[in-house]
């Protein structure tokens, strides 16, 4: 199968019995959530039987999601809820991956937060002090606002920045404001552009943290998909053969860019941002770069694996 990697071949196009010796060429599986597991509050069909059968055949199976606003527990409550078999220790979302980021650093001073309480809830647990969480209006004017309504807070050590639907001017001014002393750590939990949702344009966090950077001036370090420092937590922290591990994803410029720089195998599924026709576009280039974002295979949503798995 090796002749297929980075190919962006369709997986059903194959035989049945290469797709049952692809099946089992991985021994540990890493799936994104949001466009392959459920959208919102809707499960995707067929992927817990899926994701349930890969643990049955004694495949580790991680969640591993860009999504910072529930804390790991809050995503264990939602997985098993849509008959997923996961545990929290098996389940990483960019809150928890930034909290043990400055745990491990014994950070000791405090964060401002612009994100929601999976970030506040997640340095709870691991006893770092933050900023609440919540809106903050600008309620008169600019003028007010440098004048009498802020007051920095000198404890503040380091800036996170994650999904804010409350995301509002003030809180901008007041990040770029901390972010002005150079010892002032700027972490971002992802830079996701937009969520899967159909007929709409959602805003990710990557359109929040580029705000920041701009009037910042600085660059964020980013905790989630395609970052180094998800990669270097996942392969120190879990013990796993990049060779024999698969990346799922829907959104090939974080989970199949991650899994390319893991050494992962990668599988694009269509139930949420890419699909084929972004790969057929991206095979014309001639861009190295685009050319990292080809999975070594796609198939229309994970449930079309479920037809191979009684043969494994």
């Keep these: 199968m090796e002749k297929y990697h980075g190919s962006g071949t369709n997986l059903t196009s ?13 021994d540990c599986c890493l799936t994104d959530c949001d466009g392959v597991l459920w959208i919102y509050t809707n499960t995707i069909p067929g992927s817990p039987e ?22 790991r527990e ?10 997923y078999n996961v545990n929290a220790e098996n389940i ?15 950070f000791q001073k405090k964060v401002f937060i612009v994100g929601s309480t999976g970030i506040a809830r997640e340095l709870d647990a ?32 380091a800036v996170v920045v994650g999904f804010d639907e409350h ?11 901390y972010l002005s002393n150079p010892d002032v750590l700027f972490i971002a939990t992802n830079t996701d552009e937009r969520f899967p949702m159909p007929g709409f344009v959602v805003p990710g966090t990557g359109s929040i943290v580029r705000s920041i950077e701009t009037c910042g001036e600085r ?4 905790m ?5 420092y998800a990669c270097e937590y996942i392969l120190k922290t879990y013990g796993i053969d990049p060779k024999r591990t698969l990346m799922v994803g829907d959104r090939c410029n974080t989970d199949i860019l991650l899994g390319k720089r893991c050494g992962f195998q990668t599988l694009m599924v269509e139930s949420g941002i890419h699909s084929r026709k972004d790969l057929e576009e991206w095979k014309k280039s001639d861009d190295p770069e685009t050319k990292e974002l080809i999975p070594d295979f796609y198939v229309d949503c994970l449930g079309s694996l479920e037809t191979y798995l009684s043969d494994l």
């Design 14 to 26: 194959l035989s049945r019995e290469d797709v049952v010796t692809w099946l089992k060429s991985f």
């Design 50 to 71: 899926v994701i349930n059968k890969f643990t049955a055949l004694g495949k580790r199976v991680f969640f591993i999601t860009n999504n910072s606003t529930k804390t």
């Design 74 to 83: 809050e995503f264990l409550e939602k997985a098993t809820k849509m008959n």
């Design 92 to 106: 990483l979302s960019t809150a928890f991956l930034v909290a043990q980021y400055l745990k491990n650093l014994n």
């Design 126 to 157: 691991a006893g770092i002090k933050h900023t609440d969480v919540g809106p903050d209006v600008l309620e008169t004017n600019l003028a007010d606002l440098v004048q009498k309504g802020f007051t920095p807070d000198p404890e503040v050590g």
């Design 167 to 177: 995301f509002s001017f003030p809180k901008m001014f007041k990040a770029a404001s």
């Design 219 to 222: 660059k964020a370090l980013v």
């Design 224 to 228: 989630g998909k395609p970052s180094p």
